[in-house]
T-cell receptor
């Protein structure tokens, strides 16, 4: 069974601080996605990384896929209160069904 | 926003009663999924569908059944609800790319409480 361990599970920081969320597995994934979810809503895709070692940037968010495609990280620079939410990593296996395995999620609170 | 609607959005029921949650899409996507979300567990796949009348189990399928008689509708049924099935249920749709995955578009969720 493929598992994704996400850490930390909860993070409370002040506006302007930097943070990193980690997503680790012993399994290889064909791709990895990061979603953000706000209370009362469904998750929304932020990014998909496909190639080992790939780095993608989305404004102040930097996503990295590990060289072996077993882990990923999300780094936020100068966090803003608007970054508050639940961040979920999700890995895709080798089957062509679109099924994703989700990590437990990281709840981020950015205080003004 | 992707056209996905879930109904009901909130439901309270008693142990042992049947419950059906409906997911309706207007995007004509082939793949549809039912996930449940519980604190500390992220999202766990219950069942998914890869076409009309084509469904398969996910990682937490016990106690749940699904049906897809039309492209646009995917029903999740709890034959006899238990308190452990109290959760928020999300429907998602996708078009799988050549890489084996695509973006999941989620509905707004259905909060089910089993007393």
């Amino acid at each position: 069974t493929q598992l994704l361990e996400q850490s930390p599970q909860f993070l409370s920081i002040q506006e302007g601080e930097n943070l990193t969320v980690y997503c680790n597995s012993s399994s290889v994934f064909s791709s990895l996605q990061w979603y953000r979810q706000e209370p009362g809503e469904g998750p929304v895709l932020l990014v998909t990384v496909v190639t080992g070692g790939e780095v993608k940037k989305l404004k102040r968010l930097t996503f990295q896929f590990g060289d072996a495609r077993k882990d990923s990280s999300l780094h936020i620079t100068a966090a803003q209160p608007g970054d508050t939410g639940l961040y979920l990593c999700a890995g895709a296996g080798s089957s062509n069904t679109g099924k994703l395995i989700f990590g437990q999620g990281t709840t981020l609170q950015v205080k003004p | 926003d992707a056209g996905i609607t879930q109904s009901p959005r909130h439901k309270v029921t008693e142990t042992g009663t049947p419950v059906t949650l409906r997911c309706h899409q207007t995007e004509n996507h082939r793949y549809m999924y039912w996930y449940r979300q519980d604190p500390g567990h992220g999202l766990r796949l219950i069942h998914y569908s890869y076409g009309v009348k084509d469904t398969d189990k996910g990682e937490v399928s016990d106690g749940y059944s699904v049906s897809r008689s039309k492209t646009e509708d995917f029903l999740l049924t709890l034959e006899s609800a238990t308190s452990s099935q109290t959760s928020v249920y999300f429907c998602a749709i996708s078009e799988v790319t050549g890489l084996g995955t695509g973006e999941l578009f989620f509905g707004e969720g259905s909060r089910l409480t089993v007393l």
